[in-house]
């Protein structure tokens, strides 16, 4: 018969070490030990062994028998393709609504009043920073209207937070930057100005998360689309 309080407290630890290692408090190549995580969660070994396990599995870190687990940090190759990933998506649910004429009303709307609660975040509230940070580029996305592309994105989000997540406690300025820029994007949209979005979006993304050599290679897509779109 299935333990019923052992799975939800497994589950539980689950979901309290993944928001840990998400938002920073605990660091990319700290070790943790099974029994730190229990006496902090209040339960036995035995559920934190399976969270370790399902954390493992997912990327998020490393077991070593009788020392601890190990969170694994996020490194520039991951960092760089998570920021590809998202441009090419975000992008292409732009440049599909503009193409398809579709109103952009609604999207900027929302957009706008997720920067009205990112304005009102406290400068140490950092967790909440990143969640509506998240949540704003995943409103860009589901305006798409590509289920796929929007299911695919929601599994680089929980990255898109880590990665905002360090990137602010590493900068404290980043916030006020973040909520600028995010609002050029907004106005792009408003503008119906795929091209410029785009654009905005790699400076954006590669900005915020210190990355250089995805500017050339969407940089060329942006103008190859342009071009395209211009000869029709």
């Not at 004429?101 to 406290?122: C, F, I, S, Y």
Request: charged residues 25%.
């Amino acid at each position: 018969m299935l333990d019923l309080s052992a799975t939800s407290a497994a589950d539980r630890v689950y979901d309290e070490v993944k928001e840990l290692i998400l938002t920073n408090a605990i660091a990319g190549g700290e070790l943790i030990s099974e029994g730190e995580v229990a006496q902090r969660c209040e339960v036995s070994r035995t559920p934190v062994r399976e969270a370790f396990l399902r954390l493992q599995a997912e990327g998020w870190m490393r077991l070593y028998p009788k020392r601890g687990a190990l969170v694994l940090p996020v490194t520039d190759t991951e960092a760089r393709d998570v920021v590809d990933a998202r441009i090419l998506i975000e992008s292409h649910a732009v440049r599909g609504l503009v193409a398809r004429g579709l109103p952009t009303g609604d999207l900027v709307a929302d957009l706008r009043r997720n920067l009205a609660a990112h304005a009102k975040v406290g400068p140490d509230d950092i967790a909440d920073f990143s969640r509506l940070d998240a949540q704003f580029h995943q409103l860009i996305v589901s305006a798409g209207a590509n289920g796929v592309l929007a299911d695919f994105y929601l599994g680089l989000a929980e990255r898109q937070r880590r990665m905002t997540t360090a990137s602010v406690h590493r900068e404290p300025t980043m916030t006020p930057r973040i909520i600028a820029e995010h609002t050029a994007l907004v106005d792009a949209i408003e503008c119906a100005d795929a091209d410029r979005f785009t654009s905005l979006l790699v400076d954006h993304v590669a900005g915020v998360h210190r990355i250089d050599d995805v500017y050339a290679v969407h940089a060329t897509d942006a103008s190859a689309a342009h071009t395209e779109e211009g000869q029709r």
